[in-house]
T-cell receptor, first 115, second 109 residues
Framework: GAVVSQHPSRVICKSGTSVKIECRSL??????MFWYRQFPKQSLMLMAT?????????EQGVEKDKFLINHASLTLSTLTVTSAHPEDSSFYIC???????????FGPGTRLTVT | GQNIDQPTEMTATEGAIVQINCTYQ??????LFWYQQHAGEAPTFLSY??LDGLEEKGRFSSFLSRSKGYSYLLLKELQMKDSASYLC??????????WGAGTKLIIKP
């Protein structure tokens, strides 16, 4: 199956700093990438959908100026959490989908802890 | 609106069979996925149904009834490693996955 990587797997940062998370499709071209957030014992929450070369579409309630998404190539998307606060601590997961496909391939996730 | 309904938690015995039910309401429908998610990890793909009926894949089978908005995941010969959350996720008219909270399955020896 298709492989998606995420980096870093874990990150701890101080309140007020910014953190960048990378999501890469290793063996296919990801025309669409998705960013999710998951709090403990809760469902996956879609934050935004991005298509290569265009601006991301954010879900209602997600601040686009706080969660910057860049999908500059068919194999890489980045999520930058700006001015992080403790309430941003969560499990961030990306997924990728190829052209003409329905299945989303998930990265392993990034555990963000803001102190 | 869009809604997924699954039991919050189920318990089963090692070696037994368990069926996890899912009912859904979505804006349009383009198939339904089942994912497995272990604690602290990302979801992993189990199955995809787009037509009515049963899809069998090893110890796991998934069933879909589009007219009833109903699916189930059947796990046979349960193993301890099957302890995880199981997520039913239909694909809506925009090809977006709709996620519920999932079913936490606890396997006891």
């Amino acid at each position: 199956g298709a492989v998606v990587s995420q980096h870093p797997s874990r990150v701890i940062c101080k309140s007020g700093t910014s953190v960048k998370i990378e999501c890469r499709s290793l063996d296919f071209q990801a025309t669409t990438m998705f960013w999710y957030r998951q709090f403990p014992k809760q469902s996956l929450m879609l934050m935004a959908t991005s298509n290569e070369g265009s601006k991301a579409t954010y879900e209602q309630g997600v601040e686009k100026d706080k969660f910057l998404i860049n999908h500059a190539s068919l194999t890489l998307s980045t999520l930058t959490v700006t001015s992080a606060h403790p309430e941003d601590s969560s499990f961030y997961i990306c997924s990728a989908r190829g052209d003409q496909e329905y299945e989303q391939y998930f990265g392993p996730g990034t555990r963000l802890t803001v102190t | 609106g869009q809604n997924i309904d699954q039991p919050t938690e189920m318990t089963a015995t090692e070696g037994a069979i368990v069926q996890i039910n899912c009912t859904y309401q979505t804006s349009g429908f383009n198939g339904l996925f089942w994912y497995q998610q272990h604690a602290g990890e990302a979801p992993t793909f189990l199955s995809y149904n787009v037509l009515d009926g049963l899809e069998e894949k090893g110890r796991f089978s998934s069933f879909l009834s589009r007219s009833k908005g109903y699916s189930y995941l059947l796990l046979k010969e349960l193993q301890m490693k099957d302890s995880a959350s199981y997520l039913c996720a239909p694909l809506d008219s925009n090809y977006q996955l709709i996620w519920g909270a999932g079913t936490k399955l606890i396997i006891k020896p």
